[in-house]
Every structure is written in C-alpha cells, then in structure tokens.
C-alpha cells in the first residue's frame, strides 16, 4: 500500500512528527541535549570524585573519563524507521594542492562509525583525488586558492564561494574546519566567511588542522561560541597558548588549558597527546585508554572526524580512535597507518555498543 503524500502528510499529526524528527535542526538539538543532560552516575562523567578517578591532586583536579559508557549513552540506537540523514551529516572543509589525505581521513571516519552523508568542501585540485580514494564522499570542489584567482576577482569568487556553502549549510549537523585546508591567505579568509555565517545557524564546528592556524591567529572567529570544538596537537596547543594567553605552554598542571578555555570564552578545548584532555572552561576530563605506539600523521582527522558536541562527544571520539589504533597496531605493529586505523573503528565501536538486527 502506497502511503499517502501531498497536503494530507503535511497536515497529519504523526506525519508532521515525523518531517520534525528528520529536520537537521530537530537533529541538532537532539545531540545538544544528548551531550548537555546531566550526566548520570551510569554514564561515569561526572566531575564529581566518587564517580570518576581522582587523576591529579592540583588546584584543578583532573578525572578520567568512563569513556565506554559515554560511547554506550550517546550512540543513537539503529532505528528501522528512520531514513537516509537521520543518522547524520557531517561537512569537512578542507583539502588542497598540498593535502588530500587529511579531508578523507576526518570525512570516512564519520561515516565508519554510524553517520549517513559526509560531504567534502575542497579546491579543484584536491577534489577528484579525494573522490578517486572513495565513492561514500560527496566532495565540492569549490574552495579557491591565491595563484587561481585575479585580484580584481577575489570579492566575487568570495561571495560566490560563501553562497555556495551557505546553500548546504543548513543541512549539516556539524561542520569540520581545517583538515589538510592549508595556509594560504585568500582560501583562509573565504572559510572565515563560512565560519561567521555557520555560527548564528547554530552548527557545531569542530576546527583542527590548518583551521587551528585560522583561529589562532583570528580568535574572534570562535570567542563565545559554545558550539565550537578546538582540537590541537602539541604544537598548535603550543601556538594557541603563545598567542591568546601570551606565555609559554605548561605540559605540566591542567590550570593553564582552562585558562585558555576561558579566555577565549564558551569553546571547548580537546588537547590531544599521550592522554586526551578535554576542558568546557570549567572542568578538565581525560581519556587515557592505550591507543598505539604508532604517531603517524593522519589519526588527529580521524578524531577531527569523529567528534561531536561538546565534552561526551570528544571523548567518545577519543576512546573509539585509541581502541581501534591499538587494534590496527595489535595486526600491523610497525607498518600500521591511519588507513589501517580507520578499518578498525568500526568494531572499535561493535565491541562497546553491539548493533541489533
Ligand atoms: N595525509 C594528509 O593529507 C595529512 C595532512 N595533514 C594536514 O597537514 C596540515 C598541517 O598539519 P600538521 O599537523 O602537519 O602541522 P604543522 O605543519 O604545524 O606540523 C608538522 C610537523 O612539524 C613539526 N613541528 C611543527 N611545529 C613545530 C615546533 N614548533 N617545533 C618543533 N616541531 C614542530 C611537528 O613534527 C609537526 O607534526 C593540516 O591541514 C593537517 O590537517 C595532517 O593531518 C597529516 C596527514
Ligand atoms: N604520545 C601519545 N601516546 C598515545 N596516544 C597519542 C599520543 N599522541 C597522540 N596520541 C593519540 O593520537 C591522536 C592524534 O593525536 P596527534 O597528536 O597525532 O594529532 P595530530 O598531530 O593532529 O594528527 P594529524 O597527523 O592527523 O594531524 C590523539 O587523539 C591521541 O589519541
Ligand atoms: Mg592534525
């Protein structure tokens, strides 16, 4: 039996529902709530001693995270009623001349563990690469760079670039900034305007890579926006401490990393190393669980890829990555690489939360 369509779907209570439900902006703040509720004492999150192990006794304490529950709590349960995007869909920008690999890692890796639809926002050059290494990505080959465009055209080509994201921005429940994006001026300055236009629709931005470069250098792009994500390595921790705070970085006390947090207003920090930190301004949670000896390039996309919203989100993201390095690397010891990495996730998150037929 066909089911009904037209004037009587958009009028009858449960189909209305239903279109709500599918709404990405229902989506988004379905995650949001996921990730903001007060966690329960099942979830393990809780900054509160008696629930998560006391790391280090300093003036900020840091606890370690029970990073399977937080997997379990905020996996979305696999619904025969839902439709193509419900999962969700997520946007790289990112890719260049230089850098293909990192767009690719950060997207595949999404739809590895569970989204729908991962689009890659890329320059020509980089586009039938990235298209060439998978089918599964919709890749938009309309980033420009300097050497590719006229002084006299750059005002155009900008708008022309911002209107063209702008047309699918609407549709992502969250944007990935900088993977393998470069450094050159007049691309970075077209992904500020994309920037400042996903903010006031509220779209979660996670911003690593070459992004990292943008924002430290433009704080302004992420000061007070609560649904941005800023996931350094050492040495871009390292410049946005040199940057925003003015000092030298200290490895050492979890002070400085909220310190940070604060000053630049409302972000979430993820800094990535030997231990995950992740700091909302208030509190530093951790994620120490062994991943794998190997640092090849690649593995900070594939967490790029994988976070979500705010602090449960990076730490899900983490757990699932250092599980399925340490099984990539459990198989390939020294030759393992990120591709070897990304074939792991999925059952990196099979073992915690088991798919039902
Ligand atoms: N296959 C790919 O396409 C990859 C592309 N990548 C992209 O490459 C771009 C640049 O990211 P990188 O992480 O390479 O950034 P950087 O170019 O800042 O760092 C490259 C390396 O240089 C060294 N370095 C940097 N700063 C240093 C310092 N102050 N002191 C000592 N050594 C220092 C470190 O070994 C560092 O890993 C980003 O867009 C990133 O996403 C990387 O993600 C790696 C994989
Ligand atoms: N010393 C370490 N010991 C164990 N795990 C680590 C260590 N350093 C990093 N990692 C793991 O590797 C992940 C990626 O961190 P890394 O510092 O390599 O990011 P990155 O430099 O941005 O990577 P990319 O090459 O993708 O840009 C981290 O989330 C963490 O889980
Ligand atoms: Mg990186």
Redesign the pocket.
Known sequence: MSRPTGAWQQHHPQYRGRMWAASPTFRRQLILLRTLLPPNPAAGCSSSPSSSLRVRAMAATVYEADAEAVVRRITPPLDRARHKGQAGKIAVI?GCRE????PYFAAISALKVGADLSHVFCTEDAATVIKSYSPELIVHPILEESYSVRDDERGSVSSKILTEVAKWMERFDCIVV?????RDSFLLDCVSNIMRHARPANIPTVV???GLFLVTNNPDLVEGNSLAILTP?V??Y?RLVQKVLNCDIDQETPEQLIALCQKIGGVTIMRKGKEDLICDGKTVTQVSTYGSPRRC??Q??ILAGRVNPMTLGCIAGSLLLRRAASLAFEKNKRSTVTTDIIEFLGKSLEDICPAEH
């Open positions: 990112g850098y293909t690999g990192a900088g993977p393998g994006l470069g690593d890579g070459d390595n040495y871009e390292k390039g690649g900070g996309d």
